[in-house]
């Protein structure tokens, strides 16, 4: 509900601090005041502060900026959380939305006092309050609205979730058919190319670490003739003439001979020459194998550089490293298969999304009987409102038309509007085209009465719903609003004494002219202050006892 509306330098209003708070948490609240008091202005104010279009004339003459403040007390469910989490916005306990506009025409906006697009001001502020009798298409004058309003009240919730799931099916089984067909389509533009790549990668059979080995067998082989040359000068060192295994040997052979006449002073000696004789052996071994296997082998060398290449221009040819040949290989060998057996995959998906649309189709027509029979009973629940507020001959029409498939939606395939015919036989038209201001108001409210519990905003404004009509009329008016009160807080501008009567709440908006300046500003009525304003407004400018008296039984019979 809305809290507070704080308003500096704004028309005529140079400082005005309102608090709306009751103690239902709700209730009706009534504004009044004479003709060109300035009623409007708070209404234009409160529009700011919700994102209304802003113009440098709504500041005060005089002053450099005008700012309006509306403060709001919301549930926990409400859809305006959503949108702070979505915004990164603080999320409080009480949601504050500020907008000023400057002398120049330049203007900012707030939420929470932190800056933000005007944009976000007006999307939240269309769930916080609905502005009725301004002929602007929000609120139930918008179309879009219409069908979620029938919806709720006709308490389609699990028909509502049914079809969004069956279209979200629907959707889903769609576009997985338009991807296969597309890939399929794509795989038959390039069946020869994927044909011959696959021919070409399966000849060459790469691994994924083919480069890695070859490239270094490529340049084991390479250096193969200088490895050779050196082992073999080893081997020479080793073992040719005088080489140092020979020597070895032979030293070994004299002191061995020798080491039982030496009285154990050789034996040291001959443990050193046969281990130097038994690692010089082994060195020599070593040697010879690697001899064998450093032979340098021009063919082999060929072939390896032949498949390296061969690997790499394959690579560089798909635009791929010869590390991910192999799963290249892989992915258009699957792409032909699914290309050999495309016709049966296609006609599985296509079966799956026939068989998804039928479901929607059938969930949607379902939704559009229940929407028939709630719309049969709004229609009459609304019809039982028109009667009092001097709207007998009027009749109102919930119209349910069937789309075109292409535009069907997860709302279902019907579009839903509320229309109005005024005058008997008379054909309906939408709801906003009423051409009185007045009935159009009472109509709104007739409205809102039957859909009380429906839709975000907690908060309702009715401007001058009451506009020509008087006497019973004015008192049916009260009644509804009063009824709509217990659900939600109501705010209504209104020149009935019956509707002022009856509100649980009274402002009084007052225009103070003098010489050179002219200003208004807004008091919060006590019991007193009640009876006379009323007594005003059954009066005219004088107010006399009588007046106070029928005000009186006014305020006697709405307690």
Same mark, same amino acid.
């Given at each position: 509900?809305?809290?507070?509306?704080?308003?500096?330098?704004?028309?005529?209003?140079?400082?005005?601090?309102?608090?709306?708070?009751?103690?239902?948490?709700?209730?009706?609240?009534?504004?009044?005041?004479?003709?060109?008091?300035?009623?409007?202005?708070?209404?234009?104010?409160?529009?700011?502060?919700?994102?209304?279009?802003?113009?440098?004339?709504?500041?005060?003459?005089?002053?450099?900026?005008?700012?309006?403040?509306?403060?709001?007390?919301?549930?926990?469910?409400?859809?305006?959380?959503?949108?702070?989490?979505?915004?990164?916005?603080?999320?409080?306990?009480?949601?504050?939305?500020?907008?000023?506009?400057?002398?120049?025409?330049?203007?900012?906006?707030?939420?929470?006092?932190?800056?933000?697009?005007?944009?976000?001001?007006?999307?939240?502020? =269309?769930?916080?309050?609905?502005?009725?009798?301004?002929?602007?298409?929000?609120?139930?004058?918008?179309?879009?609205?219409?069908?979620?309003?029938?919806?709720?009240?006709?308490?389609?919730?699990?028909?509502?979730?049914?079809?969004?799931?069956?279209?979200?099916?629907?959707?889903?089984?769609?576009?997985?058919?338009?991807?296969?067909?597309?890939?399929?389509?794509?795989?038959?533009?390039? =069946?020869?190319?994927?044909?011959?790549?696959?021919?070409?990668?399966?000849?060459?059979?790469?691994?994924?670490?083919?480069?890695?080995?070859?490239?270094?067998?490529?340049?084991?082989?390479?250096?193969?003739?200088?490895?050779?040359?050196?082992?073999?000068?080893?081997?020479?060192?080793? =073992?040719?003439?005088?080489?140092?295994?020979?020597?070895?040997?032979?030293?070994?052979?004299?002191?061995?001979?020798?080491?039982?006449?030496?009285?154990?002073?050789?034996?040291?000696?001959?443990?050193?020459?046969?281990?130097?004789?038994?690692?010089?052996?082994?060195?020599?071994?070593?040697?010879?194998?690697?001899?064998?296997?450093?032979?340098?082998?021009?063919?082999?060398?060929?072939?390896?550089?032949?498949?390296?290449?061969?690997?790499?221009?394959?690579?560089?040819?798909?635009?791929?490293?010869?590390?991910?040949?192999?799963?290249?290989?892989?992915?258009?060998?699957?792409?032909?298969?699914?290309?050999?057996?495309?016709?049966?995959?296609?006609?599985?998906?296509?079966?799956?999304?026939?068989?998804?649309?039928?479901?929607?189709?059938?969930?949607? =027509?379902?939704?559009?009987?229940?929407?028939?029979?709630?719309?049969?009973?709004?229609?009459?629940?609304?019809?039982?409102?028109?009667?009092?507020?001097?709207?007998?001959?009027? !009749?109102?029409?919930?119209?349910?038309?069937?789309?075109?498939?292409?535009?069907?939606?997860?709302?279902?395939?019907?579009?839903?509007?509320?229309?109005?015919?005024?005058?008997?036989?008379?054909?309906?038209?939408?709801?906003?085209?009423?051409?009185?201001?007045?009935?159009?108001?009472?109509?709104?409210?007739?409205? !809102?009465?039957?859909?009380?519990?429906?839709?975000?905003?907690?908060?309702?404004?009715?401007?001058?719903?009451?506009?020509?009509?008087?006497?019973?009329?004015?008192?049916?008016?009260?009644?509804?609003?009063?009824?709509?009160?217990?659900?939600?807080?109501?705010?209504?501008?209104?020149?009935?004494?019956?509707?002022?009567?009856?509100?649980?709440?009274?402002?009084?908006?007052?225009?103070?002219?003098?010489?050179?300046?002219?200003?208004?500003?807004?008091?919060?009525?006590?019991?007193?202050?009640?009876?006379?304003?009323?007594?005003?407004?059954?009066?005219?400018?004088?107010?006399?006892?009588?007046?106070?008296?029928?005000?009186?039984?006014?305020?006697?019979?709405?307690?």
């Amino acid at each position: 509900m809305l809290l507070s509306l704080s308003i500096r330098d704004f028309v005529l209003i140079e400082k005005l601090d309102l608090s709306f708070t009751h103690a239902s948490q709700s209730g009706l609240g009534a504004l009044t005041g004479e003709t060109g008091a300035g009623k409007s202005i708070l209404i234009d104010a409160l529009g700011l502060a919700l994102g209304a279009r802003a113009e440098s004339s709504a500041v005060r003459r005089g002053s450099a900026q005008a700012s309006v403040a509306a403060s709001f007390d919301l549930p926990k469910d409400h859809a305006a959380h959503a949108i702070l989490s979505e915004q990164g916005l603080d999320d409080e306990d009480v949601l504050t939305l500020r907008r000023t506009i400057g002398a120049d025409g330049r203007g900012r906006a707030f939420v929470n006092d932190q800056p933000a697009s005007v944009a976000l001001l007006r999307r939240l502020g =269309e769930t916080l309050v609905e502005i009725q009798g301004q002929m602007e298409q929000h609120g139930l004058l918008d179309m879009a609205t219409h069908r979620a309003s029938l919806d709720a009240f006709a308490g389609l919730e699990k028909q509502a979730a049914a079809v969004r799931g069956a279209w979200r099916g629907w959707r889903e089984a769609e576009q997985a058919r338009a991807e296969a067909e597309a890939a399929a389509a794509a795989a038959r533009r390039d =069946e020869d190319f994927l044909r011959h790549a696959v021919k070409e990668l399966e000849t060459l059979a790469p691994k994924a670490d083919d480069e890695e080995t070859l490239a270094a067998e490529r340049q084991l082989l390479r250096a193969g003739t200088a490895l050779g040359e050196a082992v073999a000068q080893a081997l020479g060192e080793l =073992e040719e003439g005088r080489g140092a295994v020979a020597a070895l040997r032979a030293a070994h052979r004299l002191i061995e001979r020798n080491v039982d006449k030496a009285a154990g002073r050789l034996d040291a000696s001959l443990t050193a020459l046969d281990k130097a004789l038994s690692e010089a052996t082994e060195a020599q071994a070593q040697l010879e194998t690697a001899q064998e296997s450093l032979e340098f082998d021009p063919t082999r060398l060929e072939k390896i550089e032949e498949r390296l290449f061969a690997l790499r221009a394959a690579a560089r040819k798909h635009g791929v490293t010869v590390a991910e040949l192999a799963p290249l290989a892989e992915k258009m060998t699957a792409q032909l298969a699914a290309l050999d057996d495309g016709e049966a995959g296609l006609k599985t998906l296509a079966e799956k999304a026939d068989a998804a649309r039928a479901a929607y189709v059938a969930a949607a =027509e379902a939704q559009a009987a229940a929407r028939r029979k709630g719309a049969a009973r709004l229609d009459k629940a609304v019809s039982t409102e028109l009667g009092p507020l001097k709207l007998e001959k009027a !009749k109102f029409v919930t119209e349910l038309t069937p789309l075109a498939e292409a535009d069907w939606s997860e709302s279902g395939t019907d579009r839903v509007q509320f229309t109005v015919a005024t005058n008997p036989g008379t054909p309906p038209a939408p709801i906003g085209r009423i051409a009185s201001g007045g009935e159009l108001s009472r109509f709104l409210l007739a409205l !809102k009465v039957c859909l009380a519990k429906v839709g975000d905003a907690p908060t309702i404004v009715f401007d001058e719903v009451d506009s020509g009509i008087g006497g019973a009329t004015a008192a049916a008016v009260g009644e509804r609003l009063k009824r709509l009160a217990k659900e939600v807080q109501v705010l209504v501008v209104t020149h009935s004494p019956q509707v002022a009567a009856i509100a649980d709440r009274h402002w009084l908006i007052r225009k103070t002219t003098t010489r050179t300046n002219a200003s208004t500003d807004v008091l919060s009525l006590d019991a007193k202050g009640r009876r006379e304003e009323i007594a005003r407004m059954l009066s005219g400018a004088e107010v006399t006892a009588e007046a106070r008296a029928a005000a009186d039984r006014l305020l006697a019979t709405a307690g």
